[in-house]
């Protein structure tokens, strides 16, 4: 564009000035960062894990990448190891979101009332999410321990004999999913609690002139209400779960998860293939199958989501 | 500083450092090196795992004292899993490396045959005349086929069985250590006497601390364990290895084992409250044993010689110059000085890391510990280390170690077979190989 060829004549739209152009561009100028960021951080590495997938890489030996086209990941189905990792990632995952959900929504409702101390309880619900996993992490491994934790003191009180928190296959998953929920519940808890706000409170009003009790007034107002936070915070922690990791490292310090591989999810069998045996290569398909997995998830997760709401709108 | 005690370290502090590690690790390169070369003067940095007691002995402080231009930057992480991962990055991103790494014995065969060129050839320093200084098994594992030397030896881990001689005064058993080794001159014997302490000690006692570790001890006994001298993978087919599992699991089903996981915090508090009586002791186990079970178990440990006739070797250490260091020749110096006689007489005395300087392996023969009943640990550790064989050193050692005592973790905790936590292991050294 050149501002000193305008000679302009009276009929014509005058050209844009370089304001006005710049203005029309500034909005892709804004995101430019972003998407520069992303291009560097986000999709390089996505792209160069596929192509390092493809190949046996080791730690010890990086310029050595020897060609395997798919072996990489039919030797990752092949390994009873990675199916037993893909339990466990389950298995914790529903142990460890279902019942802070659960408890995330009683308690954001509890919250909801006129309490006093209202703002007091609502930071406290954010305190364990400040904590770091590594020392939440330890301390709950503290407290699991076999021969000197506190929980299996209290145990030994009412009777039950000392429970292996870390080699039993259930018991360490309940540990493990214990720390996961003592983090993550009150930052849903406040989710919802947000939600909660944005529900109108003349909807409340109408339902107790109608003569609802409390409990119906959160079956039938609260909870359809919820019902986007609710799929934001499912998706969000389906997340979560498919990559839990730290608490699984750190419970016991053991790359395997345990002796037997009992609570190894699946981000801690990609940390032992690629930084436990330097397999780089192996790393990577885990790292894209788990990519895929978790992209597969969100769409089931939505499109749940979104016949339910097109029923409800049909009604 | 033994490679086992590193990979099985479950602690979770550790497993915090590993996290931190890891990703320091990775952004750590480029911030090559530190030194401030004003004038003539250096800054060395050295960057260990675990403890090699240089700072604790002041080592650094009285090399400072005779060469005043060197100063020192000394940085280390405790568990040896972790530092060998950092290391890996780093080398393989061509950053961040000391001037000085220190590289553990079952790391060594992995320097010298997949790692040779990120190396200086410590025989171009003329590392060659230092031959004669040290046992010769030591010196010759961080040689390459075509006669360069990577690494300089500290120390060696002799084996030895410490024991609580409190304990064995209740169970009935004598606490002569000269009249343990009879009783105990083979494993059986061994377990044998475990199974007379079990039965007077009942279920808040046991007569070891883990099958896992007296896996390690009975195989660390053995010139060829997973691998042959060619090279080759064997450990499925050695009967020493065998043996050595069979034995352990014989321990398990006889209740001899306290369970407790190496280097996990249960075992370590498992010191002072006494939940075993015998336990596994390379020399630098000592140190270790002081540290955990404090001033409160002072006289009431002892240390014997190692049943099953030859002692054996578990862990000890080198010091190597990554290539690439602006310092090498004074790094060389230093790495010299460091692992030459009076250096490591002092080591052993300080922290009970056993030399492989062979004029301080004579200068320390006399030295007993008052810790541990006044016990010659001079000499208990020196024929053992005379005695020891050998062994073939493999790339990857390390993880089938860990693999196997995994294992033997589940037939003791959790009451797997043998066979099956036997196919266990194999699966796991088949992906820790792969």
Redesign the interface.
């Known amino acids: 564009m050149t501002l000193t060829a305008s000679a302009p004549r009276r009929t014509a739209r005058p050209p844009a000035t370089l304001r006005q152009r710049l203005a029309r561009l500034s909005p892709y100028a804004y995101v430019t960062p972003f998407f520069a960021l992303f291009a560097a951080f986000g999709l390089f590495p996505l792209i160069y894990t596929a192509y390092v997938s493809l190949y046996r890489v080791e730690l010890q030996t990086p310029d050595q990448m020897e060609w395997r086209g798919l072996d990489n990941y039919t030797a990752l189905f092949g390994d009873d190891n990675f199916w037993t990792a893909l339990r466990n990632t389950f298995t914790i995952g529903v142990i460890s979101t279902v019942p802070q959900l659960l408890m995330a929504l009683g308690l954001a409702h509890l919250l909801n009332y006129k309490l006093r101390g209202r703002t007091f309880f609502r930071v406290t619900m954010l305190l364990p999410y400040a904590t770091s996993v590594a020392a939440a992490t330890l301390v709950f491994a503290q407290l699991f321990g076999r021969d000197f934790g506190l929980i299996n003191y209290l145990l030994h009180l009412v009777g039950i004999g000392p429970v292996d928190w870390q080699s039993g296959t259930v018991a360490s998953q309940i540990a493990v999913s214990t720390i996961v929920t003592w983090r993550w519940t009150g930052y849903n808890t406040l989710i919802y609690l947000a939600g909660m706000q944005a529900i109108p409170s003349d909807l409340y009003e109408a339902a107790e002139l109608d003569g609802a009790s409390r409990w119906r007034q959160f079956l039938h107002v609260t909870l359809p209400g919820l019902r986007p936070t609710i799929l934001f915070t499912i998706v969000v922690s389906t997340i979560g779960a498919t990559q839990l990791f730290g608490e699984p490292l750190l419970f016991e310090g053991s790359i395997s998860g345990g002796i037997s591989h009992q609570y190894q999810t699946l981000g801690l069998y990609m940390y032992e293939q690629g930084w436990g045996f330097f397999h780089l290569g192996r790393a990577a398909a885990i790292a894209w199958v788990m990519f895929v997995l978790i992209v597969l998830l969100v769409l089931v997760n939505t499109a749940v989501a979104r016949r339910r709401s097109g029923k409800e709108n049909q009604r | 500083m033994s490679i086992s005690r590193a990979a099985r ?8 450092v ?2 931190a590690g ?1 990703l320091l690790a990775a952004c750590g390169s480029g911030s090559s090196d530190s030194s401030a070369q004003n004038g003539g003067k250096v800054t060395l940095t050295v960057d260990l795992f675990g403890t090699f007691g240089f700072k604790e002995a002041g080592l650094y402080a009285e090399y400072h004292k005779l060469h005043p231009n060197i100063t020192f930057k000394e940085s280390s992480t405790e ?1 040896e ?1 972790d530092y060998w ?1 950092a290391l ?2 780093r ?2 991103g061509g950053g961040g490396l000391a001037d000085v790494q220190g590289i553990e014995v079952g790391r060594i065969a ?1 320097v010298t045959q ?2 040779a060129d990120k190396f200086e050839d410590l025989n171009s320093y003329g590392a060659k005349s230092l031959k004669n200084d040290y046992s010769a098994a030591k010196w010759n594992a961080a040689g390459t086929p075509d006669g360069r030397t990577l690494g300089l030896g500290t120390d060696v881990g002799p084996e030895a069985i410490c024991y609580r001689t409190d304990l064995f005064m209740k169970a009935g058993l004598p606490t002569d250590r000269d009249e343990l080794a009879k009783k105990w001159a083979t494993w059986d014997d061994y377990l044998a006497l475990g199974k007379q302490y079990q039965a007077k000690a009942g279920s808040s006692s046991h007569w070891m601390d883990s099958i896992g570790s007296l896996y390690s001890l009975i195989v660390g006994q053995q010139k060829e364990r997973y691998y042959d001298a060619s090279g080759k993978l064997i450990y499925k087919d050695n009967p020493a290895v065998k043996t050595a599992w069979d034995t352990s699991v014989k321990a398990a089903q006889d209740g001899l084992s306290a369970k ?2 190496q280097w ?3 075992w370590n ?2 010191f002072s409250s006494g ?1 075993f009586a015998t336990i596994g002791c390379p020399a630098w186990m000592l140190g270790y044993i002081k540290g955990q079970a404090g001033s409160a178990g002072n006289g009431t440990w002892d240390v014997a010689p190692l049943p099953g006739g030859a002692a054996g070797n578990w862990g000890g250490s080198y010091l190597a110059i990554p290539k690439g260091s602006p310092h090498a020749k004074e790094a060389y110096a230093l790495i010299k000085w460091l692992t030459a006689g009076p250096q490591q007489e002092k080591l052993f005395k300080k922290q009970g890391s056993f030399p492989s300087n062979t004029a301080a392996i004579k200068a320390v023969s006399g030295v007993t510990d008052p810790y541990f009943s006044n016990a010659p640990v001079g000499e208990i550790f020196g024929k053992a280390a005379e005695s020891a064989p050998v062994q073939v050193l493999g790339v990857h050692d390390n ?1 089938v170690n860990v693999q196997i005592t ?2 033997l ?2 037939v003791e ?2 009451g ?1 077979s043998s066979a099956t936590a036997w196919s ?1 292991a194999d ?2 050294v088949e ?2 190989v ?1």
């Open positions: 370290q479950a602690t979770l502090r550790l497993g915090a590993a996290l890891t568990n899993a991962k890996q990055t080398l393989a992995s997949q790692q407790l996981a996990t915090p249960a508090q498992a939940s993880d995994n294992a973790g589940e905790r959790k797997t266990h699966k796991g992906n820790a792969g």
